[in-house]
């Protein structure tokens, strides 16, 4: 079983719609969670950490639900700039790595 | 702002060359790590290390090796370059969880911009 699950996508929405992704992890010892930003041909860039009571930032909002071992990431009114791969990201003590989703491809559309 | 600088960033390179891919950081990170990524596959972890000279395989080190002699530079060694090996290489660093920085942006993974190999 992969340490970090994602629905690959593709998600295509609409200008101002609201999207959400979700991502499991296998591991009950994981302990910092993220969400990165993708670009096409580009290096992935740290969008939002997760935190355990959950976080927003403008649009984007970051839950965490330790029961039940997934993250998810809410964007509310999309904009065009939004079209990229998100990849969840977890990282955990042991061993200090980190674990990646394939990422989840997100289109907006005009 | 932590930056990762990868120096090659297309290389073109025949069958059986050595290849060095060079890393370096600015931010006094311990950890460092070499991934690689291609389509469908996601981020693949060739090697990283937690301290200077120190190594560890990741999930996929056949074919290559690296090197930790300062800090803050890791190097990719691909010792016989094989067409299998064209991709994108993404070198990243992070401080170690420790105490307090469990949580938030402390233990934060930063990466280069990566380098596109092509192997002809």
């Known amino acids: 079983r992969k340490e970090v699950e994602q629905d690959p996508g593709p998600f295509n929405v609409p200008e101002g719609a609201t999207v959400a992704f979700n991502c499991t992890y296998s591991?009950?010892?994981?302990?910092?969670f993220f969400w990165y930003r993708q670009d096409c041909r580009k290096e992935p860039k740290l969008l939002m950490s997760?935190?355990?009571s959950g976080n927003e930032d403008g649009r984007f909002t970051a839950q965490l639900n330790r029961a039940s071992q997934y993250i998810s990431l809410l964007i509310r009114d999309s904009k065009l700039s939004d079209s990229a791969t998100y990849l969840c990201?977890?990282?955990?003590?042991?061993?200090?790595?980190?674990?990646f989703g394939t990422g989840t491809s997100l289109t907006v559309i005009p | 702002d932590v930056k990762v600088t990868q120096s090659s960033r297309y290389l073109v390179k025949r069958t059986g060359e050595k290849v060095f891919l060079e890393c370096v950081q600015d931010?006094?990170?311990?950890?460092m790590f070499w991934y690689r990524q291609d389509p469908g596959l996601g981020l693949r972890l060739i090697y990283f290390?937690?301290?200077?000279?120190?190594?560890e395989k990741g999930d996929i080190p056949e074919g290559y090796s690296v090197s930790r002699e300062k800090k803050e530079r890791f190097s990719l060694i691909l010792e016989s370059a094989s067409t299998n090996q064209t991709s994108m290489y993404l070198c990243?660093?992070?401080?170690?969880?420790?105490?307090?920085?469990?949580f938030g942006s402390g233990n934060t993974i930063y990466f280069g911009e990566g380098s596109w190999l092509t192997v002809v």
């Open positions: 931010m006094d990170h311990e950890n």
């Open positions: 290390s937690y301290d200077v000279k120190m190594k």
């Open positions: 591991n009950s010892a994981s302990q910092s």
């Open positions: 990201v977890v990282n955990k003590l042991a061993g200090n790595q980190f674990y």
């Open positions: 997760v935190y355990s």
């Open positions: 990243a660093s992070s401080s170690p969880l420790q105490g307090a920085r469990f």
